[in-house]
Nanobody, 117 residues
């Protein structure tokens, strides 16, 4: 069974940086569409960044210029690099992956990111 596991969450001060990692139990992660989503209580889960199987990157407008997504092939993981963090970035961040648009996402358990002084 395919699994996606997030790590790297925590508490960071405004203006700080944090890198989340999503490790997948798959043979070839490059064939997967992998996205990072976030959710705050009372709101729907929203897409933050996504990397497609061909390497195309999609970044949500709210984090463009501050967040970056990429693959670490050696570690079979996808990272989310977050810079200049703001209190409104506080959320539970989820990693999800699928082999194509016709498939459902497989979700990780989530990792909490808190931006506060």
């Amino acid at each position: 069974q395919v699994q996606f596991v997030e790590s790297g969450g925590g508490l960071v001060q405004p203006g700080g940086s944090l890198t989340l990692s999503c490790t997948a139990s798959v043979e070839n992660l490059s064939t997967y569409i992998v996205g990072w989503y976030r959710q705050v209580p009372g709101s729907q889960r929203s897409l933050v960044a996504q990397i497609l199987s061909g390497g195309t990157v999609i970044i949500a407008p709210s984090v463009r210029g501050r967040f970056n997504i990429g693959r670490d092939y050696a570690k079979k993981s996808v990272f989310l690099r977050m810079n200049n963090l703001k209190p409104e970035d506080t959320a539970v961040y989820y990693c999800a992956g699928r082999q194509g648009l016709e498939y459902e996402n497989t979700w990780g358990q989530g990792t909490q990111v808190t931006v506060a002084s």
